[in-house]
């Protein structure tokens, strides 16, 4: 071997610099005719897998200028872009461009903030991001947290410190074999599918799920919660933890968390909200009472990679008394000399969730958070609320189609050329394969929604390219496919 190594795998400072150029040049450029692209190409699985080729693992490397120019190519033109103002599709954001440039810094460092000793900065910069978002959504200082990578895993973060709080202390060591009370835990029907994620991993099972009905509001119907509990203590059930969610994931309805939280301090249990996408919206103040109870969670689920625009992947976890997450997550393996030297604690993340060596996804959040800045956050929450509201009006007003919901940035709607018809298994087809003609076209990106076992168009507008342009185009092209699909469907 030679005295000085030269690795393949390096790249000299002219090279980089080249290859770097000519990639910021093309992201520029992709960013700025966003709007002029289709919002999906629309291709299939074999086109692409053509356009791939199916050659085997490389055995000689190749140069990383045709490496970077051909994947810059395939992203920028095989990709559905959730950056399009047209993209208003389940809930995925827009991301911001200040995003791209903090990940590539972040890669380019790798600090791993797993320890503070391996990323000192970076480990600062995560504590002031959590605490940054705590102050954002407005609970109190004392909340602690980590950065995960998005609402399932922040929300499985929670679970877990829950479980250990809650549950009999012997937990850790016996697991949950030997309880001889079955631990039971309380949401609504609307919860996200994390929560069965969530049971099986950890061991409580799909049964121990108390799927609470909705009121007429699609919130939970607390006096059933209540109920129900009730009945649980009396059968020798141990219930740990109840869930709110703050903006479902279907039509946005966010619970009634302050009744949530008076039963959850009446029965000593858990009281987590899961704010996965809506509750950057309690930076609005005059939304304060919907959100009223948020201050009393124990733990709280948010993302920034929805509404705060966030590029994939961040989440967060924040809990009321930090602790739960060490007492739940930490180890002192010995061959870590994580401790603290000299008389100051350094916070090391690894004891704060489920990783150990950590990426520095806080970084993206953290200039996001500075370059918007929270009344900047304001007036983008705002609008992307009031783009849906004016989307609910156009829908109200027009002859051929029906309004159905609209809470936070969600509006759920439908084609309905037949007005007021009672054939609903009609509508529910056309709407269907109206949005599957949507989907595929490429103008624009929306999803569904069931609402009261109607088949819905659903948008969900947490893209701050979204003008009301957009929103007006958007009803036109829903009206041009629906006359399309209801004359095909008709003629069968
Ligand atoms: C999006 C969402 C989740 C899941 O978050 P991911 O980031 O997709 O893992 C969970 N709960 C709610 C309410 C959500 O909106």
């Known amino acids: ?107 380019s460092v790798n600090p791993n903030v797993g320890a503070h000793i391996l990323s000192p900065i970076a480990t600062e910069i995560e504590k002031q991001t959590v605490k940054w978002l705590a102050e954002f959504i407005g609970v109190s200082p004392s909340y602690g947290g980590i950065l995960v990578s998005g609402g399932n895993m922040a929300n499985f973060t929670a679970f877990l410190a829950a479980r250990t709080a809650k549950a009999p202390k012997s937990i850790k060591e016996e697991g949950i074999q030997n309880s001889s009370n079955k631990l039971t835990i309380y949401c609504s029907k609307t919860t996200h599918t994390w929560i069965e994620k969530a049971v099986i991993l950890f061991g409580l099972g799909t049964k121990s799920i108390r799927w ?42 966010v619970d009634n968390l302050s009744e949530i939280s008076a039963i959850c301090k009446k029965y000593d249990l858990w009281f987590h909200i899961d704010g996965a996408y809506g509750v950057p919206a309690a930076v609005i103040p005059k939304f304060n009472y919907l959100f009223e109870g948020l201050k009393e969670a124990d733990s709280i689920a948010l993302d920034p990679h929805k509404w705060l625009y966030s590029p994939l992947e961040a989440g967060c976890t924040l ?15 010995e061959y870590y000399n994580f401790s603290n030297n000299g008389d100051e604690i350094a916070q090391n993340f690894y004891e704060y969730g489920f990783q150990n060596s950590r990426g520095f996804r806080a970084l993206k959040v953290w200039l996001t958070l500075q370059q918007v800045g929270r009344s900047g956050y304001e007036k983008l929450i705002s609008e992307d609320i009031e783009l849906s509201k004016i989307l609910f009006n156009l829908a109200e007003k027009h002859p051929e189609l029906e309004a159905i919901s609209q809470n936070l940035s969600i509006t759920t709607f439908r084609y309905n050329p037949l007005i007021k018809t009672k054939n609903s298994n009609y509508l529910n087809t056309l709407n269907e394969n109206l949005l599957n003609e949507l989907q595929t076209g490429g103008e624009v990106f929306l999803s569904n929604a069931i609402v009261n076992e109607q088949y819905c168009l659903r948008a969900c507008i947490v893209n701050f390219r979204t003008s009301k342009k957009d929103i007006n185009e958007i009803i036109e092209i829903v009206l041009e496919k629906g006359k399309k699909v209801h004359l095909k469907l008709s003629k069968k």
């Open 1 to 107: 071997m030679e005295n000085i190594r030269r690795s393949s795998i390096e790249m000299d400072k002219e090279e980089f610099r080249k290859i770097g150029y000519q990639l910021i040049d093309d992201i520029s450029n992709f960013i700025n005719t966003i709007d002029e692209k289709p919002v999906t190409p629309n291709e299939s699985p074999s086109q692409l897998q053509n356009i791939l080729g199916n050659s085997s693992l490389p055995e000689n490397g190749k140069p990383a200028t045709e490496l970077i120019s051909k994947a810059t190519d395939l992203l920028l033109n095989h990709s559905l872009l959730n950056g399009h103002p047209k993209f208003l599709g389940y809930i995925t954001s827009s991301a911001a461009p200040i995003g791209a440039l903090a990940d590539l810094l972040s890669a």
């Open 212 to 253: 609470i009905q909705t009121d007429a509001s699609n919130k939970m119907d607390t006096k059933v919660l209540k109920t129900t509990i009730k009945k649980d203590l009396e059968n020798n059930c141990t219930p740990i933890m109840v869930i709110g969610t703050a903006g479902d994931v279907s039509t946005g309805v």
């Open 319 to 333: 809990v009321k008394n930090p602790q739960h997450l060490i007492d739940t997550y930490s180890s002192h393996p």
